[in-house]
């Protein structure tokens, strides 16, 4: 049996109607609730679309991972597809270590040490905060002294994850692009006035700087998403006057439109990381090499359903819609019936052996 978490955001709707389609016995549990080890009691999986912006699921969420995997059960996504998550202070150091293209970062954890190589380095250079999407967090650093600036600020009181306004101005941006409607905009108003639980209760980020190098010149990103031996990619133009592409709303889904060496080197990647799941974001530096920015497992389906094909890991391509949710549970049915055939396996009488 394969327990489902019980909210209908996200990837879980797609999950639960895959389930009743096929007649695949499941159960919703609750997460949040203290018990949630004993109501998984019985079963042999959890799928859990676990947020960035809850910030629950922040606090929480990777431990009740880990700890399920300890003791045995699959999850969705498991620790090597979610440790990572909304923390690119983590994903800088995996992708060196495996020896994925990563856009050149430099972390630091003491001021000094950040001012040091702010008096060194060129700019520009993009400075991040470790979690966030959509680009609400991601900023250029034109100057050593807006450089100086945002280290002050990352030691000092740091960065609040309420960001109403930044908020509001892109929800305006994109309700004139006519890419949201009214009560989108609407909803950002309110946030400006009432602070949301994750306002509120996420930790303010301050203890770091990391940097990048800016790669000039892109357009877009291509984010190319792989689940299992299947991926899809699509490429997101850049806002105007911006030279970030995450959250613009301008998607291009032409596959020519794609540069496959960005597939080839996603499947590369996941495979050496063992993910179920990744979505991989891509710009190109001045020699026209694909450079990775950041991973993420969580991502809006939706957005991937007018993709009109998908690769296989042998880079073949299949046209029609990719399922990607309905793939993230096929392959871990397909874990669950080869953990069960393994043990059936095991349990068969092996033939006696007589010394030669
Ligand atoms: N080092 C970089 N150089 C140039 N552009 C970048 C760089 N890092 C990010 N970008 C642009 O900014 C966007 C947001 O950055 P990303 O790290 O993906 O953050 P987010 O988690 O908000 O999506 C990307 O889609 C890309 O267009
Ligand atoms: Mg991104």
């Given at each position: 049996m394969i327990a489902i978490e019980q909210q209908d955001s996200g990837f879980h709707r797609y999950w639960v109607a895959y389930c009743l389609r096929k007649g695949i016995p499941f159960k919703r549990v609750d997460c949040y609730r203290s018990d949630i080890v004993e109501q998984l009691r019985g079963c042999d999986a959890l799928m859990w679309h676990f947020s960035h912006q809850d910030y629950r699921d922040m606090l929480f969420a990777r431990q009740l991972i880990l700890s399920l995997a300890a003791g045995g059960m699959k999850v969705f996504p498991d620790p090597a597809t979610s440790w990572h998550f909304d923390d690119k202070v983590g994903q800088k150091y995996l992708l060196e270590a495996v020896g994925a293209p990563l856009v050149p970062t430099w972390l630091f954890y003491t001021e000094r040490e950040a001012l040091a190589w702010s008096d060194a380095t060129r700019f520009p250079k993009v400075f991040k905060l470790r979690g966030g999407s959509g680009a609400s967090n991601v900023m250029l650093a034109r100057t050593r002294s807006e450089a100086r600036r945002l280290i002050r600020r990352a030691f000092g009181r740091g960065f609040s994850p309420r960001r109403a306004w930044a908020d509001l101005k892109e929800r305006w941006r994109k309700y004139r692009l006519g890419k949201t409607g009214a009560a989108d905009l609407l909803k950002g108003f309110g946030r400006l006035l009432l602070p949301s639980d994750f306002d509120r209760l996420h930790p303010r980020e301050k203890g770091y700087a990391y940097f990048q190098e800016f790669i000039p010149g892109n357009t877009f990103d291509v984010r190319v998403v792989v689940v299992g031996n299947r991926a899809c990619a699509l490429r997101r133009n850049v806002r105007r006057n911006d030279f970030r592409a995450s959250g613009s709303g301008e998607i291009v889904y032409d596959?020519?439109?794609?540069?496959p060496r960005c597939v080839e080197e996603a499947f590369r990647i996941n495979r050496r990381l063992g993910a179920q799941c990744l979505a991989y974001d891509f710009v190109f530096d001045t020699q026209n090499r694909p450079l990775i920015v950041e991973i993420s497992y969580g991502f809006t389906a939706p957005a991937y359903e007018k993709c009109d094909g998908y690769w296989l890991g042998d880079m073949t391509w299949h046209a029609g819609s990719p399922a990607l949710c309905d793939w993230m549970i096929e392959d871990l049915l397909d874990t669950l019936q080869n953990r069960r055939e393994a043990s059936e396996n095991d349990n068969v009488p092996k033939p006696e052996t007589r010394p030669i």
């Open positions: 596959r020519a439109a794609i540069d």
